[in-house]
């Protein structure tokens, strides 16, 4: 069964930084592209990055574009989300999402999430 | 305001069936097959229950069903049951720069 894991979460001041990481496994890790998807308290799901299957191609959000930096390594079936300059507004539980397809940014749907990182950016 | 437009709520009584619709673009829903429906309970992680507009993983429900029709896409929720109350949520491939699109999400009372 696929297992994703994330991890990195906490409190930061606004303008902070922090860094997830979602460990993977049970699958082929290095043939996928994820993403992060994010849901702020007693709101919807939102879309804030992906990174294609050799970390080479990156997409974001235009709500962290510039401020958050997506990457992965595939040796250790891990990708991470770089956040800075951290807003108010950025407080939500993230979660790591795989897509069914393999070789596809979107196909198949999301079909794994983790259990989801909780981040709080508070002064 | 999220980029696909989902009814707030919906309801129904058990044994009936509702349907939740989603209304995009020719830029996300209209233009790809990549439109997934997730159904989502309190404190749980979303859970995939339609993906590339009318396939179901496997385990689910064949009660759920999804379909497609310009740029609207819908979900249709046969047979209601207590435990289908949720929230759902639509989700496309969009060719923007944002690369997936979700729906605000509809929250289904079942009364």
């Known amino acids: 069964e696929v297992q994703l894991l994330e991890s990195g979460g906490g409190l930061v001041q606004p303008g902070g930084s922090l860094r997830l990481s979602c460990a993977a496994s049970?699958?082929?890790?290095?043939?996928?592209?994820m993403s992060w998807v994010r849901q702020a308290p007693g709101k919807g799901l939102e879309w804030v990055s992906g990174?294609?299957?050799?970390?080479?191609?990156?997409y974001y959000a235009d709500s962290v574009k510039g401020r958050f930096t997506v990457s992965r390594d595939n040796s250790k079936s891990t990708m991470y989300l770089q956040m800075n300059s951290l807003r108010v507004e950025d407080t939500a539980l993230y979660y790591c999402?795989?897509?069914?397809?393999?070789?596809?940014?979107?196909?198949?749907?999301?079909?794994?999430w983790g259990q989801g990182i909780v981040v709080t950016v508070s002064s | 305001q999220s980029a696909l437009t989902q009814p707030a709520s919906v309801s129904g009584s058990p044994g009936q069936s509702i349907t939740i619709s989603c209304t995009g673009t020719?830029?996300?829903?209209?233009?790809?097959?990549?439109v997934s429906w997730y159904q989502q309970h309190p404190d749980k992680a979303p859970k995939l229950i339609i993906y590339?507009?009318?396939n179901r993983p496997s385990g689910v429900s064949n009660r759920f069903s999804g379909s497609k029709s310009g740029n609207t896409a819908s979900l249709t929720i046969s047979g209601l049951q207590v435990e289908d109350e949720a929230d759902y949520y639509c989700?496309?491939?969009?060719?923007?720069?944002?690369?997936?699109?979700f729906g605000g999400g509809t929250k289904l009372t079942v009364l």
């Open positions: 999402a795989k897509p069914g397809d393999s070789s596809s940014w979107y196909g198949g749907g999301f079909d794994s």
């Open positions: 020719s830029s996300d829903v209209g233009g790809y097959k990549y």
């Open positions: 590339d507009v009318n």
């Open positions: 990174v294609g299957e050799r970390g080479i191609s990156t």
């Open positions: 989700s496309s491939y969009t060719s923007s720069t944002t690369l997936v699109v």
């Open positions: 049970e699958f082929t890790f290095s043939s996928y592209a």
